[in-house]
């Protein structure tokens, strides 16, 4: 089983919409981040969460909102979607301290007509 | 602000070239460097990293130094495979002033098609 799992892995939906993506992880990692990633503009961070009370909006968190709901658990929400948020999404998680690296889920590919 | 940048791609190669993908870095601290690999239909995965100036990362044939009279941390590897191909992403963490966290800085990567 991977240890960061994203749900769903696809979803086309329409504008307006409020949508949920959901992460779980089984590393017992404190932190957890939310990533989108598209064509030609590499990874920007959307929020990330240090611990469970512990939640930071990242370089662009308008339009989004996220819920840290256990320490294995970290969703990011779409209130009304839009179609610029039409991308792809990556969960991430890591150890505390400066110089540990990040570990993803695959991802889940967001479409919005 | 911290930045990375990556040479652009795509970069084509023919099996068993040798490959460099060349990537700076600005930052306010002293940062540690990582590249990270993305294949199709994945997330990324950490391919390798380096904490210190001079320090070599290494893994799966792949190498990079962290080189801070140059802020470089290039990519190479003496013999490709077609299943290297590829994303490429090279990325700082560092102390962000006044966050007191770490965060990770990514360039915008480098796609990586290798032809037998």
């Known amino acids: 089983d991977a240890d960061v799992t994203q749900t769903p892995r696809n979803r086309i939906t329409k504008t307006g919409k409020r949508i949920m993506l959901e992460c779980s992880q089984t590393k017992g990692h404190d932190r957890m981040y939310w990533y989108r990633q598209d064509p030609g503009l590499g990874l920007r961070l959307i929020y990330y969460?240090?611990?469970?009370?512990?939640?930071n909006k990242g370089e662009i968190s308008d339009g989004y909102s996220v819920s840290r709901q256990a320490q294995a658990k970290f969703s990011l929400s779409l209130e009304s979607a839009i179609p610029n948020q039409t991308a792809l999404y990556f969960c991430a998680t890591s150890e505390a301290g400066g110089n540990q690296p990040q570990h993803f889920g695959d991802g889940t590919r967001l479409s919005i007509l | 602000g911290d930045s990375v940048t990556q040479m652009e791609g795509p970069v084509t190669l023919s099996e068993e070239a040798f490959l460099t993908i060349n990537c700076t870095y600005t930052?306010?601290?002293?940062?540690?460097l990582f590249w990270y690999v993305q294949y199709p239909g994945e997330g990324l995965q950490l391919l390798l990293k380096a904490t210190k100036a001079d320090d070599k990362g290494s893994n799966k044939g792949f190498e990079a130094t962290y080189r801070k009279e140059t802020t470089s941390f290039h990519l190479e590897k003496g013999s490709v495979q077609v299943s290297d191909s590829a994303v490429y992403f090279c990325?700082?963490?560092?102390?962000?002033?006044?966050?007191?966290?770490?965060?990770?800085?990514f360039g915008k990567g480098t796609k990586l098609s290798v032809i037998p």
């Open positions: 990325a700082l963490s560092d102390l962000y002033s006044g966050a007191g966290s770490y965060q990770l800085t």
């Open positions: 930052a306010t601290g002293y940062p540690s």
């Open positions: 969460s240090f611990d469970v009370k512990d939640i």
